[in-house]
């Protein structure tokens, strides 16, 4: 069984507990970013971080990351979209448009969709050769591995809903003149494709989950619980990123009580 097919799509948060679980986090995240950023601490630098989205469309991937960086200054962070490449990034290795964004010891980047675009869209819809996408994998581990030696702590998503979810999402979009933008003819092209889909993504995890870099599998079927579990998994994965720089991990009660 994969991990798509694994992940358990049940279960809720009420929003009593939503509310508490995210103030906890979103303090506790402030203070690891702003300990890694050298706005606490000893004020050396720690790793960069780097966010990697992806997942089903319509899972909330945008949410997550507004609840990621709300409390962050916006000095202190850059979030990326990356759609299909441009005619002069096309004359370049795929890796190469990417590069500039990844961040610096104590910089931060977000990444809504990524290189994994190779193995995923440009695989299904033939925008990639056979030989290109499934030199990628191997390419990918390795480019990750790389930034993360040289002290990139690098946090990688996949948000999964339902296809019934989506398509209540997809049609809320549509008849919602504010929303509207959010839902292209592509959207709609794409559920009918989400078996091949699914098996590239389990392919994905089976070939790119390694020790630097491991995916994390959120339910997006209730947005209440997902950006709570992205926050509590970010936590996490920087706490763990920051031990592996060597660099002290904070504890929680040097905040002290909340005003």
Same mark, same amino acid.
Request: charged share 25%.
């Given at each position: 069984m994969g991990r798509l097919d694994a992940l358990d799509l049940t279960p809720r948060l009420d929003r009593r507990q939503y509310d508490q679980r995210l103030a906890a986090a979103q303090r506790r995240w402030l203070q +690891?970013?702003?300990?890694?950023?050298?706005?606490?601490?000893? $004020?050396?630098?720690?790793? $960069? +971080?780097?966010f990697v989205f992806e997942g089903s469309d319509a899972a909330g991937k945008g949410g997550a990351i507004?609840? +990621? /960086? %709300?409390?962050?200054?916006?000095?202190?962070?850059? /979030?990326?979209?990356?759609?299909?490449?441009?005619?002069d990034e096309k004359r370049h290795p795929f890796l190469w448009r990417f590069?500039?964004?990844?961040?610096? +010891?104590? $910089?931060?980047s977000v990444f809504d969709r990524s290189w994994y675009g190779r193995v995923l869209v440009e695989r299904i819809e033939g925008f990639a050769t056979h030989d290109q996408w499934s030199r990628a994998y191997q390419e990918i581990v390795n480019f990750e591995r790389a930034n993360a030696l040289e002290g990139v702590t690098i946090v990688k998503f996949w948000l999964q809903i339902s296809s019934e979810e989506q398509l209540k999402r997809?049609?809320?979009?549509?008849?919602?003149?504010?929303?509207?933008?959010?839902?292209t003819d592509e959207d709609w092209r794409n559920r009918e494709k989400a078996a091949e889909y699914t098996v590239a993504a389990e392919e994905m995890f089976e070939r790119t989950d390694h020790d630097l870099a491991p995916w994390d599998?959120?339910? $997006?079927? @209730?947005?209440?619980?997902?950006?709570? %579990? /992205?926050?509590?998994?970010?936590?996490?994965? /920087?706490? @763990?990123?920051m031990a592996r720089w060597g660099m002290p991990v904070p504890a929680a009660d040097e905040l002290g009580p909340r005003d």
């Open positions: +690891l970013r702003l300990h890694v950023g050298g706005q606490m601490g000893s $004020g050396e630098l720690g790793p $960069g +971080l780097l507004k609840r +990621l /960086v %709300e409390h962050l200054d916006p000095r202190h962070y850059r /979030v990326s979209s990356f759609a299909k490449p441009t005619a590069s500039p964004y990844v961040p610096g +010891l104590g $910089g931060m997809f049609e809320d979009r549509q008849n919602d003149p504010l929303r509207r933008w959010k839902i599998v959120i339910s $997006g079927e @209730q947005k209440r619980l997902a950006r709570v %579990e /992205v926050l509590e998994t970010t936590i996490h994965r /920087v706490e @763990q990123g």
